[in-house]
């Protein structure tokens, strides 16, 4: 099983940009899916949250301005960030709990980190 994080890159302030996060693998379901972010010297910080009912919740910091997403026939998760600022810069990782076809417990996976820049 595999999370494949992607669609980070350099953006000016007042920008977007559209993150993914694609599971693959021998998957039988995936419960929640989550956003963080980490800049270097500070903690891992949760962005956004989607359950697998499609429930979201968010940081304080991105609300009404982030928005979580998932596809669940494609098994991915989407971030959408709009109107980003400078401080939105940080490698962001996404999270998902999934069941494997050989399992019988959930189990938390981690992307590879893509990195989103907000510079004019």
């Known amino acids: 099983v595999q999370l494949q994080a992607s669609g980070g890159g350099l953006v000016q302030p007042g920008g977007s940009l559209r993150l993914s996060c694609a599971a693959s693998?021998?998957?039988?379901?995936?419960?929640?899916m989550a956003w963080y972010r980490q800049v270097p010297g500070k903690q891992r910080e949760l962005v956004a949250i989607i359950t697998g009912n499609g429930n979201t919740n968010y940081a304080d910091s991105v609300k009404a301005r982030f928005t979580a997403s998932r596809d669940n026939v494609k098994k991915t998760g989407y971030l959408q960030m709009n109107s980003l600022r400078p401080e939105d810069t940080a490698v962001y990782y996404c999270?998902?709990?999934?069941?494997?076809?050989?399992?019988?417990?959930?189990?938390?996976?981690w992307g590879q980190g893509t990195q989103v820049t907000v510079s004019s």
């Open positions: 999270n998902a709990g999934i069941l494997r076809m050989s399992s019988s417990t959930y189990e938390s996976y």
């Open positions: 693998g021998s998957i039988l379901s995936i419960n929640s």
